[in-house]
């Protein structure tokens, strides 16, 4: 089945959509067209025929109710940023308008440490502190509510789209890049997994050829969730030319997506990074308007130390989405709110686990629910 790229950007911006290949028991249809899961009794109204875009925005309105009761699976590794924002529960507790200054600072204070990072830390409470001092917030539960809107609408103001934008050409390229060791391999095998289950065709494309073990990982994914592989022949293979190959070979073979793996790098290296810019401008080579996504993966164990790796990708390639991973470890959630603030690019992925199942789309709601509960 080919799918059209907008259909599938809208699939999968849900937390809770089945995990692929679900089927519910005595039924050969998917679990998201089977009507136990879209909650009405007509299988009918669900059909997945010509009008498919009404189909999928109306999944949407339903799997958000749904994801609220995943938020704990989902953000389960936020417990120590959860712990660090708890002061504020107790500062909002006891507060009357004559201790507003001192609870402020403590609030801030707060923030700091749970890695939001002192420019948003400052906005948000001096936001706050404008709207108390105008009598606009008269409890501390006001207070609190304010503060949980005021990050949630930055996510959705500042994060734009979610949803995967694959264009409208076969094949779409999405091509994967961060530091060393955050997480991008996995993803990707992660997000074909996701794809193959909805009958996507995709080609995986082995762009990391530093390491040769790299192209041996990729290839478990690879078999793993099904997918086709291109892979370099030979050392003296450079990345741009496997991506250039991988592209080449999804477009005469009518491949819907192609995902390209590249090697770690740290952003300060200015050669390796440039490799980045070779690898886009191949693509583009092939089909043009392509990549269609470069996804960044940051390690959301790391904290604050994202932001310049984000600010120094997103300068030399465009990065237009974030895939935050291992938020089943130590995650440091506030980190997520300074990279959305400062560079404006939307988290589109999180991590929660190495299992081929646990890449969930990004909801704002749900993390803001989970770092203030
Ligand atoms: N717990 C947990 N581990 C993860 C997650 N994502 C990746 N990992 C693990 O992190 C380690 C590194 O993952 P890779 O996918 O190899 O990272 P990479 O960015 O491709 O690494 P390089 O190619 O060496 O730069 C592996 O052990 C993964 O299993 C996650 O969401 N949660
Ligand atoms: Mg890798």
Not at 67 to 92: Q, Y
Not at 330 to 344: H, I, K, M, T
């Amino acid at each position: 089945m080919a799918v059209v790229p907008r259909q599938l950007a809208l699939l999968f911006s849900s937390p809770s959509f089945p995990s692929p290949g679900t089927h519910f028991p005595h039924c050969d249809m998917p679990a998201f067209f089977h009507p136990r899961w879209t909650g009405r009794a007509s299988a009918a109204r669900f059909r997945c025929s010509a009008g498919q875009t009404g189909f999928f925005t109306r999944l949407g309105r339903l799997i958000k109710e749904k994801a609220k009761s995943d938020v704990e699976k989902i953000f389960s590794g936020f417990s120590k940023t959860r712990e660090n924002l708890a002061v504020i529960d107790e500062l909002l507790l006891y507060w009357n308008l004559a201790d507003t200054e001192r609870v402020l600072e403590e609030l801030e204070e707060a923030l700091l440490v749970s890695d939001f990072g002192p420019k948003i830390s400052v906005k948000i409470v001096e936001t706050l502190r404008y709207d108390i001092l105008s009598g606009k917030l008269k409890s501390g539960s006001e207070i609190k509510e304010a503060l949980k809107r005021s990050v949630l609408n930055l996510l959705i103001v500042k994060g734009g789209k979610t949803d995967l934008q694959l264009g409208f050409k076969k094949p779409a390229v999405v091509i994967v890049v961060g530091v060393n060791g955050g997480g991008k391999t996995t993803s990707l095998g992660k997000l074909a997994w996701r794809l193959k289950n909805e009958g996507v065709k995709v080609l995986m494309a082995a762009g990391d050829t530093y390491r040769a073990a790299a192209s041996e990982q990729l290839e478990v994914w690879a078999e793993r969730t099904g997918s086709e592989i291109v892979v370099a022949e030979g050392d003296k293979v450079k990345a741009p030319s496997v991506l250039s190959q991988a592209v080449k070979r999804g477009k005469e073979e009518g491949y819907d997506v192609v995902l390209c793996d590249t090697s770690g790098r740290l952003h300060t290296n200015y050669s390796l990074m440039e490799e980045l810019v070779a690898c886009k401008k191949a693509v583009a080579k092939v089909v043009s308007g392509a990549p269609n996504e470069i996804l960044l993966v940051l390690d959301g164990t790391t904290g604050l130390n994202v932001l310049p790796q984000a600010r120094e990708f997103n300068d030399v390639v465009g990065v237009t989405g974030l895939i935050l991973t291992k938020l089943d470890g130590s995650a440091r959630g506030g980190c997520v709110v300074s990279v959305v603030d400062e560079l404006g690019i939307p988290v589109k992925f999180v991590g929660v686990g190495e299992g081929v199942d646990d890449l969930q789309p990004f909801d704002a709601e749900a993390f803001v629910n989970a770092i203030f509960p």
